[in-house]
């Protein structure tokens, strides 16, 4: 099967891709709380199939758990040096910029066929182009915001009198 590319706009957005060293792992809480809404979910779909005689032959909804996508990992930022920063929570994760050998692009598939010779294929639309990555390799730093941080005073100079 081919695919035809084809350019969503005339001016594509560069994008950036990030890549990281290590694991993501969501709070216990978190996942505790995705997979009740799970459940919740699974039940209220079975109470529908069996009221419903319309779904009576549906098969059962089964959802996944991925706690990590399409949630807020943290706050990306590009320091006074230039390099990329990710704070999470009180953690910060400094990198470094690298230009990719090969761009890449980025793609959405589209419902629409084309004619490819004698068979029809599906056409895709570029959407964008990755140049760059932001590479985090380092272990995390502790990260306290500034306005925690209390300033040191410095002792208050006292009047001394010179003897004469």
């Known amino acids: 099967m ?6 969503a706009d005339t001016d594509l957005p560069e994008m950036m891709l990030i890549e990281m060293q290590g694991d993501l792992v969501p709070d216990k809480n978190f996942v505790l709380k995705l997979e009740n809404e799970k459940l919740a979910a ?12 319309e779904r009576a032959g549906d098969p059962p909804l089964q959802l996944v758990i991925d706690p990590v996508s399409g949630h807020e990992i943290g706050q ?9 920063n990710i ?6 994760i400094v990198g470094v910029f ?11 598939k589209t419902s629409e066929k084309r004619q490819c010779g004698t068979r029809m294929d599906s056409v895709c639309k570029v959407e964008g182009v990755i140049k760059k990555k932001a590479f985090f390799c380092l272990r995390p730093s502790i990260h306290v915001p500034k306005e925690l941080i209390k300033k040191r005073m410095a002792p208050k100079a006292k009047a001394v009198r010179k003897k004469k």
């Open 76 to 84: 990306y930022t590009v320091d006074k040096n230039g390099n990329p």
């Open 2 to 7: 081919a695919l035809v590319l084809e350019l």
């Open 42 to 53: 699974e039940i209220k779909d079975e109470e529908e199939r069996k009221n419903n005689p």
């Open 98 to 108: 690298q230009d990719l050998k090969k761009p890449l692009t980025i793609c959405r």
């Open 87 to 92: 704070i999470m929570g009180n953690s910060t």
